[in-house]
């Protein structure tokens, strides 16, 4: 979530076209779980933070079988895979740094590779979180965009900091406004 108020603060036409929609489908009533099929663009938004700003950005995983990564066997080897690095790759991505919700209508996700965007890992040992944030942030993002526009406060710079999880090393300072 906390990615999602700097991707909205600083990518501002984005942030207006989802409070459109929010105000569209909403009016001034709260958000129910049967209102997150009327509201499509939230949920790329969504989509668009977790390619950016993926929860994890680096998990082990096994290789199981006979494989080469160039002179490497792999059988048996921890491999690093990067959702970070995967989600930026120019190979499976156009302009691949920009913040883009609109490359996750259905007919653009139906192009993709299927493990160019993997923010919670993937197969059979992917984050339970695979279904539940995305559920979860799609019902907090409507509630609260409704409601707030949050800013960047002056001057401030994102410092990524990669651990076991996403974060910032100098916390995430803003001004909470009330839409009028």
């Not at 909403?26 to 939230?42: V, W």
């Not at 279904?131 to 949050?150: G, M, Q, T, W």
Request: glycine share 6%.
């Amino acid at each position: 979530m906390t990615f999602t108020w700097y991707a909205l603060a600083m990518n501002p036409s984005v942030a207006e076209k989802l409070r459109a929609e929010l105000d569209a489908v909403l009016g001034s009533r709260t958000p129910t779980l049967d209102d997150l099929h009327h509201l499509p663009y939230t949920l790329q938004v969504i989509k668009e933070v977790l390619r950016l700003y993926p929860p994890a950005p680096f998990y082990i995983r096994d290789a199981i079988a006979d494989d080469k990564l160039g002179d490497f066997d792999t059988q048996g080897l921890p491999i690093l895979m990067s959702p970070y690095y995967i989600h930026r790759h120019p190979d499976f991505w156009e302009d691949p740094l920009e913040f883009n919700p609109d490359r996750w209508t259905p007919e653009q996700e139906a192009k993709m590779h299927p493990y160019a965007y993997h923010p919670f890992a993937a197969g059979q040992r992917a984050c339970i979180g695979n279904n539940f944030s995305p559920l979860e942030s799609h019902i907090l993002v409507a509630l609260l965009a409704r409601e707030y526009a949050p800013k960047l406060a002056p001057g401030f710079t994102l410092k990524f900091v990669m651990g076991g999880t996403l974060g910032t090393s100098n916390g995430f300072p803003m001004i909470i406004e009330r839409r009028s």
